[in-house]
């Protein structure tokens, strides 16, 4: 330890890294570094980052120990969180915050609540780690704590979305006034969220929808409720009732949002993705939908053992209640011998669950196979597995209880007790068939040697003795000449078997009776001494016996219940699915209840989000962020230009301009906050361009044959969808020959384009004869702006300057929509970046008109105003 | 959310504890030792523990326990180090412990895509231990790690390679269960594409199947583009850089499966003598025309078994009397003259004769072949300039492959 000081102490970065990796292995490995700590903290500034982080380690693991001492690096920290770096703020603030001292809880608040405004989304994504540890610490602070998940709750960016939400499931759950307003927000950002977070938003928005939404499953299930619950209600009352819901339900569109946003998370190649989307479904999906997990969890079973545990218990859920999810997947869950026993008693488990009259033939042969395993275990529960299938299913009763009793000489003993325990319960389930079986089982009873067997079986025929009245004392009779011989266990069964004849059928077993409880008497065990004497006191009148032996024939053959032979996941699903609770089948500490769906839906305007209000934070959160933000976006779908479009938006800021016109009474140009709601609306169909309506005829002219010395050009937009890229505008060039001579080698050159703008040429033309004249198309992107491009056209001995410049509807292309929207409103992206721009006109009174352009382009977006306001006004 | 982390080993010993919130005894495993003891073997352990206080979960990876975590980190230790045992870990402490501090902030998974973390702290090398000794410089990376904010978090930017190729390997292995007559009650295709790709700067690749439709059901890297897939059936992704895999699939048991071998066996015991006979032959069956090799027999003999006397007509077989495991590395399969062991198994005495005759366990591997008939039909790239060197592999392996007698 002197050593180590000495190390920590000298002025050699090299050593004192040497010295820390030391004491973190110690660390590791759970010896006792803390004596160090004074000469370590003195580190915490140093200018080596493989040091600082280590002393970060050591402090982390000791400052709650040497809480004054750890005081002396807070300045540190404070200092650090004000450092130019993100990642080192972002670091200070997750061992400041990971310091279990209660003295800096106010450093603590003030830190995060800093933090939350961060520029960096990644140190406000530290900021929302930090507000669990703060609780955890001092849950006095949970107000304050409330406020910044509040306002991190409305951050944009994707990563901070999995950590707040963390932080609220884990100091407010019961806030869900929080969630309203983000809840879209949440959908939408769902699919670019990292995994982990998904996994806490998708578990969080399950929970907000039982509350929420009314239930979108079927009505039969539902009058099943009632008529459980309510059964004293009259029936027209119910019918009413019944007419109530199947009338009203119409799916509200954010629950539909939250189920279709989760569905393409299915193919997660997270496990604890797929669960949750898997349990998202099945809590809120209408039971029609459900099914689709089905196939997404039945892959889950291929990955590691810890995984396929949990997924076959939820799936064990799952198929008691919905079977048909999951029969077609019937051979996904045959056991194979080398699964370890918890695997196979879970499948086996489904097996049971899924057997129906068409597939049980198939299954009770795989249980064959499985009734041999060399895992007994495994065998036992096979058996128990048999006796289900056999009442649930009347068809294959008997199979099953010829096969069980089959197995009754079986050489396994485990085999034998279980097969007898299972009989057992199945004939006390079924009185009807008794007398048939009861009689095979005691012809067996000559063969059949493993005792607990033969004891079931004596139990048996006493139990119903009354219904196999002329087997009953022969069984005795056979069973008195053996006594001797017998296991005590089935000695105390012929003993019980003699007391019930004794009681029921005195006349032909009395003396039987009494020669076994004369045997019995002199046993060499106690047990069956005693018990010969109990019963002979019960059942043999004589005066010292009290008032029972009246009521002995009550006792003994008193009405017993049949044990219920049900799954052990019967009632699990009280918890939700992939929950740790749910797994262990009772609560564990920190579970949250789903609720019930309400009765009616509370108002779903509360998730309506105020445009002005989010313009307003956009422009603020945004606009700071802008310049950390990685300016390319390639990953399309639609949420990162989203952002970016807005810090466009912020730095063109809001146009708002009211024009007053003799028609239009005024127009306005919004930006992108208002297309959020439209691009949700787009989401299917964005990806596809309507075709084009018309393609207008309208040529323009490039090159005047005057001044191209007899070249002359035109062209026209095509409207094809771009053949050269995505982002391109298809142009075709007509090009004549006016001359008397061959035009050869027509090219492009020295083209001129503003920057970003990029151009497709076409292939050169080698040779134009006399009078002829050719079409060839081009590709133009032009970046979403009206600007001209500006080339050469150049023929072998020639070059002229032309220049193309778009009309702004061709840099536009329609997006289709539904005719009751397009009543209202015109959508269009644009060619470039695919940013969707819609064009509402809206009637007014008195023969006036509102025009307003939606889109995050300013420029494009106010010629098209422009332009479309005289079209407008002259129709 | 997670609160401590103990690495324990076979012996039992805990050789790496690490704590995100409040330290938590390392008494709490004696739970886990408990339940360990009552487990016959490793792997029936349960995952999920109780206890008065905490909940231990528990992952069994490469003999090692990893008690109150997440499977993840063991996926990271591969990545970073090629190898995953506890001498690996013991020699890497400080790396592993940095690493995890990363991965997880207050319990709660923080960064876990392997790309970042090693932007963050960097995998030990020789080649950067030398340096560093020489330079002074560290193993830890003082810039937020670009993937972190981007859109495409999964590929750093930056990215340099002198050749550029892009190697993508089709692997499916066969999960079946063969009846006693040789009849199969269920088989399914579960494949992989690993890919491997070092390109330089952004490349934006598609892939494209010759038969998309064979696959029921895929799970993508989440660089790929979900709804281009629904769309087209094309795979289009901007690859992480390095290993990984870009998409699983599934060919479900409806599908009719190609099973590309047989087992012929007579496994036989008798009730009067101690002595059974043992005899399987392997041979291949719709391979189309390819190569069976690595084939590997296995087969848990029954309690009773005292020892096997066998001669194989190739390959080495060991059976060890103390687990009753068969083994028998068969090799390359010659369809002109195949593969037998034959020979008796002699019962211990008294025991009576086994209920149940032994499955039998297979591996194999093909190479050149994905038995579900999966082609790529072509690789493009977008978005920079170079040619890429690109190259695709297949092959079918056996997963859990079973053979009742």
Not at chain 1, 93 to 115: T, Y
Not at chain 1, 441 to 460: E, F, Q, Y
Request: hydrophobic share 40%; charged share 25%.
């Amino acid at each position: 330890d002197i050593y180590l000081k000495q190390m920590l102490e000298s002025s050699k970065d090299s050593a004192k890294l040497d010295a820390m990796k030391r004491i973190v292995g110690m660390i590791a490995k759970g010896k006792n570094a803390s004596e160090l700590f004074p000469a370590v903290v003195k580190n915490v500034a140093s200018k080596n980052i493989e040091i600082k982080k280590l002393v970060y380690v050591y402090l982390m693991r000791y400052a709650e120990e040497q809480q004054d001492l750890a005081l002396l690096s807070i300045s540190t920290f404070q200092r650090a969180l004000k450092d130019p770096n993100q990642l080192i703020r972002a670091s200070a603030l997750r061992v400041l915050s990971s310091i279990r001292v209660p003295i800096i809880v106010p450093i603590m608040m003030l830190a995060i609540k800093e933090a939350s405004s961060d520029l960096s989304p990644y140190v406000r994504k530290n900021a929302a780690h930090a507000i669990q540890k703060l609780y955890s610490l001092d849950p006095e602070q949970k107000e304050m704590l409330i406020e910044v998940i509040e306002k991190l709750l409305k951050d944009k960016s994707t990563l901070v979305a999995g950590s707040v939400v963390m932080a609220f499931e884990e100091v407010c759950p019961d806030r869900i006034d929080l969630i309203h307003k983000n809840y879209r927000k949440l959908c939408n950002l769902l699919v670019d969220v990292e995994e982990w977070g998904q996994v806490v938003i998708i578990h969080m928005l399950t929970r907000y929808a039982r509350t929420q939404f009314v239930s979108p499953w079927k009505d039969d299930e539902v009058v099943e409720e009632y008529s459980e619950n309510n059964f004293y209600e009259s029936d027209e009352e119910q019918k009413e009732k019944d007419q109530k819901v199947k009338n009203t339900y119409t799916m509200d569109p954010d629950h539909r949002l939250l189920l279709r946003n989760t569905k393409p998370l299915l193919q997660s190649r997270n496990a604890a993705v797929v669960m949750a989307v898997a349990q998202l479904y099945w809590h809120l999906a209408p039971k029609s939908e459900a099914g689709i997990v089905s196939k997404s969890l039945v892959r889950l079973l291929h990955s590691n053992r810890e995984v396929q545990y949990i997924v076959l218990q939820n799936i064990a859920t799952m198929s008691i209640q919905r079977k048909g999810m999951f029969e077609p997947y019937l051979k996904s869950f045959y056991v194979r011998s080398t699964d370890p026993t918890m695997i196979k008693t879970l499948k086996l488990e489904i097996l049971t669950n899924l057997a129906n009259e068409a597939n049980i033939s198939t299954l009770l042969r795989e249980f064959q196979t499985y009734v041999r395993s060399q895992d007994k275990q495994f065998a036992a529960a096979t058996i128990q597995a048999i006796g289900r299938c056999a009442t649930n299913i009347t068809e294959v009763t008997d199979t099953c209880l010829n096969g069980l009793v089959c197995l009754l000489s079986n050489r396994d003993e485990i085999v034998v007790a279980e097969s007898v325990v299972v009989i057992k319960k199945l004939l006390q389930t079924q009185p009807a068939h008794h007398g048939e079986i009861i009689k095979h089982m005691a012809k067996l009873l000559d063969n059949i040697t493993v005792p607990v067997a033969r004891a079931s079986i004596l139990w048996l025929i006493g139990e119903y003795c009354e219904r196999v009245p002329k087997i009953a004392p022969d069984v005795l009779r056979k069973t008195a000449k053996t006594f001797t011989n017998e296991d005590d266990l089935v000695k105390l069964q012929i003993l019980n078997l003699g007391a019930k004849l004794y009681l029921t059928n005195s006349k032909q077993t009395k003396l039987l009776t009494q020669y076994v409880l004369n045997l019995g008497k002199y046993d060499q065990s106690y047990d069956i001494r005693d018990r010969t004497r109990f019963i002979r006191q019960l059942i043999v009148p004589n005066e010292k016996s009290g008032a029972l032996s009246k009521y002995a024939k009550k006792i003994f053959l008193a009405q017993k219940p049949a044990p219920l032979l049900e799954s052990p996941f019967k009632d699990r699903d009280h918890f939700q699915l992939g929950t740790l609770s749910h797994t262990l089948n009772s609560r564990a500490t920190g579970y949250l209840e789903l609720s019930d769906w309400p009765k009616v839906a509370p108002d779903p305007s509360v998730r309506n989000v105020d445009v002005a209000e989010l313009a307003k934070e956009w422009t603020g959160i945004l606009g700071k962020t802008k310049k950390e933000k990685p300016t390319e976006k390639f990953y399309s779908e639609s949420e990162e230009d989203e952002d970016e479009s807005s810090s466009t938006s912020a730095s063109g800021r809001c146009l708002e301009s009211n024009l007053h016109l003799p028609c239009l009474k005024n127009s306005i140009f919004r930006t992108g906050h208002y297309l959020k709601r439209i691009r949700k609306k787009f989401k299917k169909s964005q990806s596809y361009v309507a075709a084009p309506v018309s393609v207008p005829t309208k040529t323009h002219e490039l090159l005047h044959r005057m001044s191209g010395k007899g070249l002359a050009a035109h062209y026209h937009f095509s409207r094809q969808p771009g053949i050269f890229g995505d982002r391109m505008v298809s142009v075709q060039l007509t090009v004549t020959n006016t001359t008397d001579q061959k035009i050869e080698n027509i090219h492009i050159k020295e083209k001129k384009l503003p920057p970003g703008m990029r151009m497709h040429e076409f292939n050169p033309i080698e040779c134009l004869e006399p009078a002829g004249s050719i079409t060839v198309s081009m590709g133009i992107d032009f970046c979403d702006s009206a600007q001209m491009a500006s080339f050469q056209l150049c023929t072998k001995d020639d070059y002229f300057n032309v220049n193309i410049q778009p009309p702004v509807g061709e840099l536009l292309l329609p997006v289709t929509m539904s005719e009751k929207d397009f009543k209202k409103e015109f959508a269009a992206k644009t060619v470039h970046s695919g940013s969707l721009m819609l064009v509402t006109v809206e009637l007014k009174e008195s023969s006036t008109a509102q025009l307003i352009i939606n889109t995050e382009k300013t420029v494009i977006g106010s010629v098209l105003l422009r332009e479309l306001k005289p079209v407008l006004s002259q129709g | 959310m997670i609160h401590s982390l103990f690495l324990i080993n076979a012996s039992g010993d805990i050789f790496l504890e690490k704590h995100w919130k409040s330290v938590v005894s390392r008494s709490v495993c004696d739970y886990f030792f408990e339940a360990q003891e009552r487990a016959s073997e490793a792997e029936n352990v349960p995952p999920v523990i109780p206890t008065p206080h905490h909940y231990l979960l528990s992952v069994y990876r490469h003999k090692i326990f990893f008690v109150a975590v997440i499977q993840i980190i063991i996926s990271f230790a591969q990545d970073y180090f090629g190898v995953c045992s506890e001498l690996m870990i013991k020699d890497n402490v400080v790396v592993v412990y940095e690493v995890l501090e990363e991965m997880l902030d207050n319990g709660f998974p923080l960064a876990t895509e392997s790309n970042i973390l090693k932007e963050l702290i960097k995998p030990p090398t020789i080649l950067r231990t030398v340096v560093n000794t020489i330079t002074g410089s560290t193993n830890v990376g003082d810039q937020l790690p670009t993937g972190q904010l981007s859109v495409v978090p999964w590929r750093r930017t930056g990215v340099k390679y002198t050749n550029n190729e892009a190697y993508f390997d089709v692997i499916e292995e066969i999960d079946a269960i063969i009846d006693k007559s040789g009849s199969t009650i269920t088989a399914e295709i579960q494949g992989v594409i690993d890919a491997c790709v070092k390109l330089t700067g952004m490349p934006d690749l598609t892939l494209s199947f010759m038969n998309p439709r064979l696959l029921d059901d895929v799970s993508f890297h989440p660089c790929v583009r979900f709804k281009r897939w629904e769309s087209e059936r094309i795979l289009s992704f901007i690859p992480p850089d390095g290993n990984f895999r870009l998409l699983s699939y599934h060919v479900s048991a409806q599908n009719l499966v190609a099973i590309p071998v047989y087992v012929k066996h007579n496994i036989s015991f008798r009730d009067s003598s101690s002595l059974g006979r043992f005899e399987i032959t392997v041979g291949p069956k719709q391979t189309m025309g390819k190569t069976v090799e690595g084939v590997m027999v296995t087969s848990q003999m029954p309690k009773g078994v005292l020892n096997m006397t066998l001669t194989p007509s190739q390959g080495t077989h060991i059976f060890d009397p103390v687990t009753k495991l068969l083994s028998w590395d068969v090799g390359k399969i010659n369809p002109q003259k195949l593969p037998s062991l034959k020979g008796s198994v002699s019962l211990q005495a008294g025991a009576s004769k086994p209920d149940e005759n032994p499955t039998i366990n297979l591996q194999f591997k093909i190479q050149q072949l994905a038995i579900s008939g999966l082609k790529v039909n072509r690789l493009d790239m977008y978005g920079e300039k170079y040619k890429p060197f690109k190259g695709i592999k297949y092959m079918t392996k056996a997963g859990k492959f079973q053979v009742r007698t």
